[in-house]
């Protein structure tokens, strides 16, 4: 089975303060992706990656950066966190889609709460 | 412009019976994918099912199917003899294009919760 973890289910941070999510996955998948999740508003994408050390923004980027060192490895980072960064953080892989038929499968989540 | 709706934020369903969950999609581009997706409480994403755009049959896994409009750009959830189990929430959403890079991006929707009563 596939398996995509994130290393915090959930995260209270501080407004201003650096926060890393990390998220590893085990299919050697190309792609990487992270989604913000907030009610009434599904997914949005906020950066994707389909190779080490390429990135792609997606619809939200603003506030966030990322990081892709390794194949199995994909890094959320907010610089500078704000309260209206609260929010469910999902990470996901696939493989290159040749065909649009390739899922993408998802870790568990962080719950980020920025006081 | 919403390229994914779900009109339905919530509903309530007595267990057993049948429940369809709506989604309506907006693209230009005839070669497209579209997914069902579930979320427990637990917050993991669960792939439920999936309808290509050339597609000629709809698409069925176990008790989902997708009941595929194409000409009304409608893709509907049906959950046969509903289970205490899929309470829940469901995304639905599309992917355009076929490919690497860009093409690798899914649009979901903002999602139904669904709520199955004993």
């Known amino acids: 089975d596939v398996k995509v973890t994130q290393s915090s289910r959930y995260l209270v941070k501080r407004t201003g303060e650096k926060v890393f999510l990390e998220c590893v996955q085990d299919?050697?998948?190309?792609?990487m992706f992270w989604y913000r999740q907030d009610p009434g508003l599904g997914l949005r994408l906020i950066y994707f990656s389909y190779d080490v050390k390429m990135k792609e923004k997606g619809d939200i980027p603003e506030g966030y950066s990322v990081s892709r060192e390794k194949k199995e490895r994909f890094s959320l980072i907010l610089e500078s966190a704000s309260t209206n960064q609260t929010s469910m953080y999902l990470c996901?892989?696939?493989?290159?889609?040749?065909?649009?038929?390739?899922?993408?499968?998802f870790g568990p989540g962080t719950r980020l709460t920025v006081l | 412009a919403q390229k994914i709706t779900q009109t339905q934020p919530g509903m309530f369903v007595q267990e057993k019976e049948a429940v369809t969950l709506d989604c309506t999609y907006d693209t230009s581009d005839p070669s497209y994918g579209l997914f069902w997706y579930k979320q427990p409480s637990s917050g993991e994403m669960i792939f439920l099912i999936y309808q290509g755009s050339y597609d000629q049959q709809n698409a069925t896994e176990g008790r989902y199917s997708l009941n595929f409009q194409k000409a009304r750009k409608s893709a509907n959830l049906v959950i046969s003899a509903s289970q205490l189990g899929d309470s829940a929430m469901y995304f639905c959403?599309?992917?355009?294009?076929?490919?690497?890079?860009?093409?690798?991006?899914?649009?979901f929707g903002s999602g139904t919760r669904l709520s199955i009563r004993p």
């Open positions: 996901a892989s696939s493989r290159p889609t040749g065909q649009s038929t390739d899922t993408q499968y």
């Open positions: 299919m050697d998948h190309e792609n």
């Open positions: 959403a599309m992917r355009e294009g076929l490919g690497y890079s860009s093409a690798s991006k899914i649009i």
